[in-house]
């Protein structure tokens, strides 16, 4: 699961809390941590510099490595690789260097972007779409005109110039659910890690399941890491584009099942949407929580009726 906060705050949210609770109650083995590049580096008007920020990362990966689980270490950005992200992984993958509980997700969630830029980097102009809107602060929106990109690639050189051979995630477009490129030639050169796996991000408004997803996690290692339903549908978009979870829900875990596919879902946080926890005793949401809460032990759902 997505134990979500230190993306927005600098203390966090009951991090360490839910990782105890969701690997050792829920059946969890795999912890995704979103982080922010400016809280680790203290810029955010943290006294320290950061080191604060940094020693909640490290408990976390303490917590979920001591119970046998794996922690996705997640920079939670949007849109294109830039060179402060290179600089953040310089940081944070010589600090976890082969650590064999640590997995480096590159950036969050790329898009408006070519597979060309997004491998090998280019111009990024300003233009921000509707949904990214939703997700940016008004600093954010106010800055310059663009960027210069340095690709995925570079990103993931830059992790292994550190010596650090840790398996690394890397999404695709459209916010991380497009995996086309990949089956299509635009996959990242690996030489001297341990091996890339792609990541998936998908919700009740995606389509195209086999294009975008089936198709790539038939030939390379791919990690659903974020899907989850909410019984209010998302506001950013029109209702009519979004399944009802009703149907979505035991439609997604199936597919999971059936195509064995590994995932980590959104979001063990109660106001993190799609949620699902109800509360901070950890309770279930019934359209999502508790499905996955059930498939995490054991409960079989049958394949999807179809294909979205």
Avoid at 90 to 115: C, Q, S
Avoid at 173 to 180: E, G, Q
């Amino acid at each position: 699961m997505n134990v979500a906060s230190l993306e927005w705050s600098e203390r966090g949210e009951q991090v360490h809390k839910s990782i105890v609770v969701g690997i050792d109650e829920w059946k969890g083995n795999v912890i995704r941590l979103p982080v922010k590049h400016d809280y680790w580096f203290g810029r955010k008007g943290q006294s320290d510099g950061g080191a604060a920020y940094r020693a909640i990362v490290d408990q976390a990966i303490t917590l979920t490595a001591n119970r046998g689980a794996y922690l996705v270490l997640d920079l939670h950005t949007y849109r294109a690789p830039k060179d402060e992200y290179l600089e953040f992984w310089t940081d944070a993958a010589t600090r976890y260097k082969n650590h064999p509980a640590v997995i480096f997700d590159l950036m969050n969630e790329p898009h408006g972007i070519t597979w060309e830029v997004w491998r090998d980097g280019g111009w990024v102009g300003e233009k921000t779409d509707r949904d990214e809107a939703a997700f940016l602060t008004a600093e954010e929106k106010a800055k310059g005109q663009g960027f210069q990109s340095p690709g995925m690639q570079k990103m993931l050189d830059t992790v292994r110039a550190t010596g650090a051979k840790n398996m690394v995630l890397v999404g695709g477009l459209d916010y991380a659910y497009r995996l086309d490129g990949i089956v299509n030639g635009f996959g990242l050169k690996e030489s001297t890690g341990n091996g890339i796996i792609y990541a998936c991000h998908i919700y009740p408004w995606k389509s195209q399941w086999q294009k975008m997803l089936l198709d790539a996690a038939a030939i390379h290692p791919i990690l659903l890491g974020e899907v989850g339903a909410d019984a209010n549908k998302m506001t950013f978009m029109p209702a009519s584009q979004q399944e009802d979870w009703e149907t979505w829900t035991p439609a997604i875990l199936g597919l999971i099942q059936q195509h064995k596919l590994n995932y980590t879902a959104w979001c063990f946080h109660p106001k993190a949407s799609p949620r699902m926890l109800l509360d901070w005793n950890y309770t279930p949401t019934p359209f999502w929580g508790q499905q996955v809460k059930d498939a995490l032990s054991g409960k079989q759902f049958p394949p999807p009726d179809r294909l979205r």
